[in-house]
């Protein structure tokens, strides 16, 4: 058997520019609480995203969970939100004491089908938390349009879409906040991390006292807060990653390319859409595995890379709505396309340094299932 092949790998700069990006850390001892190393990586993404105002977090989840919160919506309220997504996202949503509304999805490329949204607004309804899945963008027009006709919020979980753009703005200055994660599984990383992009100058305080324990200065404590900071090791990757990031960018097309070339047009397998006035970051490679028409299932393509030391992943399976955590609080049935997509999707090994050699010898173990 050939060596293994990880559904993704970390880019990682350099060890000696990190060495070099960390050494003014031992000199100055700062190590977290929005140090020198946080200012400077904030001031860059602010610049490279292309947004108003940023604020950095521990992890994305961090970032989402307070951005609910810092929004004010009344507890018990209504989030329209969709099932095919990581777990982090419903768990935001009812960790505020809020009740996600699941929508089903696009099945072209597997957001929130915004044809379907209306139906649900209720006059409990505050907010929609859409997800860019795979790095594919939400109908950003129909989601402003419903957002002003409803008086409804719209915070976007970005986790996928870093470095994107629509219309060349870059995705997170769209609706009234974005997500990001800097997951080291990311395609732009600081080892953990992630930020939040808004406009509103009274949001971003309240954000910034949530994620320091409610702190506004020395001697007052006005909030119940978490802890939720970046420290400067993390930012530091974070900068180092950032010098690297078009590069790596073009990486991971060069990959996703070449799984173009074997698996497009091939009857019984769907490939995620290419978008137009969109800048991809290629962050996945999902293929849905229609069995009659290609002959394998989704299980038996992932049972045989397996065999072969591929691993792929379910992603998304199972659905939030159906976690065991919620049994019997949600209907699945009523996300009939969600739930046809997640039995049937399988993200592909998609990585910087993922060699083609590699790819093609992936695509060999899935087309030689072709029946």
């Known amino acids: 058997m050939a060596d293994s092949i990880f559904v993704t790998r970390s880019s990682m700069p350099d060890l000696q520019e990190y060495v070099d990006e960390i050494k003014e850390i031992w000199d100055s001892h700062w190590l977290t609480n929005m140090g020198p190393k ?17 604020d950095m977090f521990t992890n994305g989840h961090m970032g989402l969970e307070l951005s609910l919160q810092a929004l004010g919506l009344p507890k018990g309220s209504e989030v329209i939100t969709t099932p095919f997504t990581f777990a982090s996202t419903t ?31 209720t006059d409990r309804t505050t907010a929609m938390l859409p997800v860019h ?31 994107e753009a629509y219309k060349d703005k870059g995705i997170g200055g769209y609706g009234d906040v974005s997500c990001f994660s800097f997951h080291a599984t990311k395609v732009f990383h600081s080892i953990e991390g992630g ?39 993390c930012a530091a990757m974070g900068i180092c990653n950032l010098r690297h990031i078009e590069e790596e960018i073009l990486k991971r097309k060069a990959v996703v390319e070449r799984y173009r070339f074997h698996l497009d047009r091939i009857e019984g397998l769907q490939l995620n859409p290419i978008q137009e006035n969109v800048k991809s970051n290629y962050a996945y490679f999902p293929v849905v595995f229609h069995e009659k028409l290609f002959g394998a299932s989704r299980n038996e393509v992932y049972e045989a890379l397996a065999a072969d030391g591929i691993n792929a992943r379910k992603y998304f399976y199972p659905l939030t709505s159906s976690f065991q955590c919620f049994h019997g609080k949600f209907d699945t049935n009523q996300t009939p396309v969600a739930v046809h997509i997640s039995k049937r999707v399988l993200t592909l090994p998609l990585y910087a340094d993922l060699a ?16």
């Open 133 to 163: 899945v795979y790095g594919n963008l939400c109908n950003i027009e129909e989601m402003d349009r419903i957002s002003r006709k409803y008086g409804l919020k719209i915070i976007y979980d970005a986790a996928h879409s870093f470095g």
């Open 38 to 54: 946080h200012k400077r990586l904030q001031s860059e993404l602010k610049e490279y995203l292309g947004v108003e105002q940023l």
């Open 195 to 233: 930020a939040v992009c808004f406009h509103d100058d009274d949001f971003g305080k309240e954000l910034y006292r949530l994620k320091n324990f409610g702190i506004k200065n020395e001697e007052i404590i006005d909030g119940v807060g978490a802890n939720a900071k970046l420290n400067e090791f």
């Open 91 to 121: 768990h935001a949503i009812v960790r505020n004491g809020l009740t996600p509304v699941f929508c089903d999805i696009d099945s072209s490329d597997f957001t929130m089908d915004t044809e379907k949204i209306e139906a649900l607004v």
């Open 356 to 371: 083609l050699a590699d790819v093609d010898r992936i695509c060999d173990i899935i087309l030689g299932l072709q029946r």
